[in-house]
């Protein structure tokens, strides 16, 4: 039953008995939809920290290691100091698993979501569930426990990270998709149900291992001298190409191309374009190590690498934010982009002791990591914003000197256009066209 402290004496008051603090949206799911989960928000000084970053990380970590026990006794235990703001939790999952009548499950989920303080995306499709949302600690552990209550989803990886600054997306989305990731030709068709054609996880400690095989020569990353265990070896960045660019694995490959939807890694029916690491690699008797953010685009790109008669497989389960909560930044250089307002987390949101590099051991001139795109000088901020030019709406890095210079855009095209957004200052994410449309107008009409 879930427990809730009255007032402010701490008094624990069970969910069967009365429910004086929660809403009511929120009792009747927690009394009725999650006997599992006992949710305790009373007065702790055991939790006093220096700041609100560090509670929110303590939180957070006790939160994870609760909802990964999949047992009858699996106890999501949240304090909150009495007078203390409401925190805030994002939360991401996904789980490939079939769902018969996918829109049937939709209405669920917004019929259980009704009511709560929940913002993000959250798709659904015959192939499974893709989620990325935030809200209350309250309520987002609510919502993960009765997912969790579902046998088909029992055993998901949930990951969660503290939003400082309240919810990190704008509103709630919660529909079906036929593929719970955007790749050119869709997933509906891949056989991501079965895990043999899926890449073999590997746990973060494994993964480092692996790194450290790969880097273990202290010279720049080639297909042709990297083994492990006399395999060779190939470490592949499957990500977009500005999620790279403020941070990534020392030695890794990337894609030639800006979007993850369109990578064509080992997909050339000839196999001799230059920009392809996969080109020309033995698919039998090489090791293909593929990360992402999360995990799931690496499980749809293994899945059509398999297809394409690529034999050894691996993915980093539950991606990059994973591994730098459990082994810190070993072999990370930068930042891990984010898809939520917050865009840039340092590795200490998720291991607050970890020391990162600021830059990897090799960068060659034409590398684009943490370089401006308008100028190339190098930057010590790695954190993106949008071009002005809301017609071009571009994500790229760019130096104060040119923020100011081509008035927020990515070029002098984009400086004429039309649309265009006021500067924003410091990494603030813009709005709507209409929120800045009548402004704009009336400034026009002033000249």
Known sequence: MATWSCGGGGVAVNCGDLFAGPP????????????????????????????????????????????????????????????????????????FVLIEDPVDEVAKHLAFLQGLDIHGRIYLSEQGINAQFSGPTKYAVAYVEW???????SDTL????????????????????????????????????????????????EWRERLQALNKADKPFSKED???????????????????????????????????RSTSFGLSEQEV???????????????????????????VYSAILRQKGFQNLYTLSGGVSNYLKSEGPADWVGNLFVFDSRLSL???????????????????????????????????VFRHRNCANIDCNLLFLSCSTCVEEFRGCCSLECKDAPRLRPVLPGHQRYKKWHVYRDGVLQSKSRV
Request: include cysteine; charge should be neutral.
């Open 24 to 95: 009511p949206a929120l009792r009747h799911r927690i009394a009725f939809s999650c006997p599992r989960v006992s949710i305790l928000l009373t007065s702790s000084r055991r939790l006093k920290c220096c700041s609100r970053a560090q509670r929110a990380r303590r939180r957070e970590t006790g939160l994870t290691l609760a909802l990964s026990r999949c047992d009858d006794e699996a106890v999501a235990s949240v304090a909150v100091e009495e007078g203390e703001e409401e925190e805030f939790l994002v939360i991401n999952f996904y789980k």
């Open 158 to 205: 949930v990951q969660i990270s503290p939003a400082l600054n309240g919810h990190a997306f704008p509103r709630l989305k919660v529909r079906y998709k036929s593929s719970l990731v955007q790749v050119e030709g869709g997933t509906s068709d891949l056989p991501l149900l079965d895990p043999i054609m899926r890449a073999t996880p590997l746990a973060p400690f």
């Open 273 to 299: 374009a230059a920009s392809d690491p996969l080109a020309g690699v033995d698919k039998e008797n090489t090791d293909i190590l593929m990360y992402c953010t999360g995990g799931i685009r690496c499980d």
């Open 346 to 380: 340092p590795p200490s949101t998720y291991k607050p002791e970890a020391i990162v590099e600021a830059r990897p051991k090799f960068l060659s001139e034409t590398s684009s990591f943490a370089r401006c795109y308008i100028c190339r000088s190098e930057l010590l």
């Open 226 to 260: 990297a083994t492990f265990s006399g395999q060779k070896s190939l470490l592949l960045d499957v990500r977009n190409g500005y999620e790279w660019d403020i941070g990534h694995f020392q030695g890794a490959e990337r894609p030639n191309v800006d979007s993850f």
């Open 147 to 153: 997912i969790k209550d579902d046998n088909r989803f």
